[in-house]
């Protein structure tokens, strides 16, 4: 069994979505729940903290579109932060890069 947790806070400037553990598609409604809490807050600016994801599978990067087009529609920008260089290599595959803001 996958284990995953997200959390989320937010500021005026941005909504955080901080992550642990594997995210593959078994996580796909915590994630969406997450995502969507995100969505509907004010904050133009959503950043997802993979500081403490230790994988990420080739159907979470389609959620991370997925989430991508949702922000996309509603006005905000996606910025993935501090993955490590398993999880970079994931998004890079997927070309999550061309899509969404890595630092």
Same mark, same amino acid.
């Given at each position: 069994?996958?284990? @995953? /947790?997200?959390? +989320?806070? %937010?500021? $005026? !400037? %941005? ?14 409604? &915590? ?5 969507? /809490?995100? !969505?509907?807050?004010?904050?133009? $600016?959503?950043?997802? *903290? @993979?500081?403490? !994801? ?7 990067? #389609?959620? +991370?579109? @997925? @989430? *991508? ?5 509603? #006005? ?6 501090? %993955? ?5 290599? &994931? +998004? *890079?595959?997927? *070309?999550? #890069?061309? !899509?969404?803001?890595?630092?």
């Amino acid at each position: 069994m996958s284990t @995953f /947790e997200i959390s +989320l806070t %937010a500021t $005026q !400037l %941005a909504s955080i979505l901080a992550t642990r553990g594997t995210m593959d598609s078994k996580v796909s409604q &915590v994630f969406k729940a997450k995502s969507d /809490e995100a !969505l509907a807050m004010e904050a133009k $600016q959503i950043t997802i *903290n @993979f500081r403490d !994801l230790q994988k990420l599978d080739a159907s979470a990067a #389609g959620m +991370l579109m @997925f @989430f *991508n087009y949702a922000a996309k529609t509603k #006005g905000k920008q996606i910025n993935i932060t501090q %993955a490590s260089a398993d999880v970079q290599q &994931v +998004l *890079n595959r997927a *070309n999550l #890069g061309k !899509l969404v803001t890595i630092k």
